[in-house]
């Protein structure tokens, strides 16, 4: 094994530990937490319009990840902000922007909605 192939191995490691550590500033909340912590704060759905309109959680408004940064103004700056996703991948990347722009604390349904166990809006 030559060095280009340790290098890109290192580097492929490297980014998959780097995905996996928790955002500073990212609380993740379990399905009932979440929804308690609903109620006082701004539910965001970061998935593309075609999920959302699939189904999403109700009272959410959807902001998908690619134009997160252009949207920052249908952000409130009062209000907690709560993010989901399929996942919790794309929440945890909306999150990472949302805390070096403008909120201090976010929080994410952990597991996204795929670990939503209540009824969904279409």
Same mark, same amino acid.
């Not at 928790?22 to 929804?35: A, D, S, T």
């Not at 759905?45 to 249908?74: A, C, F, Q």
């Not at 996204?112 to 009824?119: A, L, R, V």
């Given at each position: 094994?030559?060095?280009?192939?340790?290098?890109?191995?290192?580097? +492929?490691?490297?980014?998959? *530990?780097?995905?996996?550590?928790?955002?500073?500033?990212?609380?993740?909340?379990?399905?009932?937490?979440?929804?308690?912590?609903?109620?006082?704060?701004?539910?965001?759905? +970061?998935?593309?319009?075609?999920?959302?309109?699939?189904?999403? *959680?109700?009272?959410?408004?959807?902001?998908?990840?690619?134009?997160?940064?252009?949207?920052?103004?249908?952000?409130?700056?009062?209000?907690? +902000?709560?993010?989901?996703?399929?996942?919790?991948?794309?929440?945890?990347?909306?999150?990472? *922007?949302?805390?070096?722009?403008?909120?201090?604390?976010?929080?994410?349904?952990?597991?996204? *909605?795929?670990?939503?166990?209540?009824?969904?809006?279409?």
């Amino acid at each position: 094994m030559g060095w280009t192939e340790i290098v890109f191995i290192l580097l +492929v490691i490297t980014f998959i *530990i780097w995905r996996m550590l928790p955002v500073k500033g990212l609380i993740e909340l379990q399905p009932n937490e979440f929804k308690e912590k609903m109620k006082s704060g701004q539910l965001i759905d +970061v998935r593309t319009e075609s999920e959302y309109r699939n189904g999403h *959680i109700p009272g959410s408004i959807n902001i998908p990840l690619h134009s997160l940064r252009r949207n920052m103004g249908k952000i409130s700056k009062e209000k907690e +902000v709560l993010l989901y996703c399929q996942s919790g991948m794309r929440s945890k990347k909306a999150a990472k *922007i949302l805390i070096g722009k403008t909120k201090p604390v976010c929080y994410h349904l952990k597991g996204g *909605i795929s670990n939503w166990p209540f009824s969904l809006k279409k």
